[in-house]
């Protein structure tokens, strides 16, 4: 199965680090777009940073100055390292991805794939 497995959350304390790591599993041979996302209660997801194939970053307004979003082709996978955080960073955040995977009658298959998210607590 094609999965995508992030890790690294916590919990920091104001102004301090965490970086967060994704990993995709499964018969994948590529990722297109990859990113980060973010949602607490009673909200919706939103994107924080996202990374192309070439390289080619966007960062929420937010995360400008203060988190890095950087990717292994080779490895299919992809980091977001987060510096000074605020009490207002915590949240449930989740990676995401366009795979390209072989199908097991070795067709390609394109697909929009999540993590299960991992939980970035900030406070003192």
């Known amino acids: 199965q094609v999965q995508l497995v992030e890790s690294g959350g916590g919990l920091v304390q104001p102004g301090g680090s965490l970086r967060l790591s994704c990993a995709a599993s499964g018969r994948v041979f590529r990722a297109d777009t990859m990113g980060w996302y973010r949602q607490t209660p009673g909200k919706e997801r939103d994107v924080v940073a996202s990374?192309?194939?070439?390289?080619?970053?966007t960062y929420a307004e937010s995360a400008k100055g203060r988190f890095t979003i950087s990717r292994d082709n080779a490895k299919v996978t992809v980091d977001l390292q987060m510096n000074s955080l605020k009490p207002e960073d915590t949240a449930v955040y989740y990676c995401g991805a366009e795979l390209l995977s072989w199908g097991p009658l070795d067709e390609v298959i394109a697909g929009r794939y999540w993590g299960q998210g991992t939980q970035v607590t900030v406070s003192w």
């Open positions: 990374i192309t194939s070439d390289g080619q970053t």
